[in-house]
């Protein structure tokens, strides 16, 4: 369901859902000791992984080298999913849930050098509140942080959508890894 990418930290849930610690060391790890790579990372997701995606960029600056999302939740602590989940995983201390969204990480001064969002604007999800990419762009325009956020017409939030844009989020990683070496 909708696991937002976080150490969660009420019970049943925080003895074993530890899903940005998996994200952000246990996978790397493991993917680094059977591939030769090269150290460095980008971060992509769909949706709930959009919103993993920018939350792990946003807390992980010096990990990640580029970050993007295809209609990703942008402001949890303020949609009505966020709320449930959050208060499910997270309890009811309101100020611990910022660590959790990114419009709330780049209000307290998270940075990255640069987000790319895509999103449909026929998404379900998007006219029912709970994606909220104006409120990202809000928070990068206040906080200076540069956005891409492109606006798809037509598109909703189905596997068509990712596979139109993919080739170019791919590109954006490619460009920003290799001007890196």
């Not at 709930?48 to 990990?63: I, T």
């Not at 449909?120 to 891409?148: I, K, M, S, W, Y």
């Not at 956020?149 to 596997?159: E, G, I, K, M, V």
Request: hydrophobic share 35%; aromatic share 10%; with cysteine.
């Amino acid at each position: 369901g909708a696991g937002f990418y976080l150490n969660a930290t009420r019970e049943p849930w925080s003895a074993h859902y530890r899903m940005y610690d998996y994200v952000t060391r246990e996978l790397p790890d493991l993917v680094e000791a059977e591939l030769p790579l090269t150290g460095q990372k980008s971060i992509s997701g769909h949706s709930m992984g959009g919103h993993g995606a920018l939350v792990c960029a946003l807390r992980n600056p010096d990990l990640f080298s580029s970050v993007s999302a295809f209609a990703p939740g942008c402001n949890p602590t303020r949609c009505p999913w966020g709320i449930k989940a959050f208060s499910g995983y997270l309890g009811d201390d309101r100020e611990s849930w910022k660590e959790w969204d990114a419009c709330e990480l780049i209000r307290a001064g998270a940075r990255v050098k640069e987000l790319l969002v895509d999103q449909g604007d026929a998404d379900n999800f998007l006219a029912e509140g709970q994606l909220q990419p104006e409120a990202l762009r809000e928070a990068c325009e206040q906080a200076d942080v540069p956005l891409q956020l492109r606006t798809q017409p037509d598109y909703d939030h189905s596997y068509f959508f990712i596979a139109s844009f993919i080739e170019d989020h791919l590109r954006h990683h490619a460009g920003v890894l290799s001007a890196i070496r």
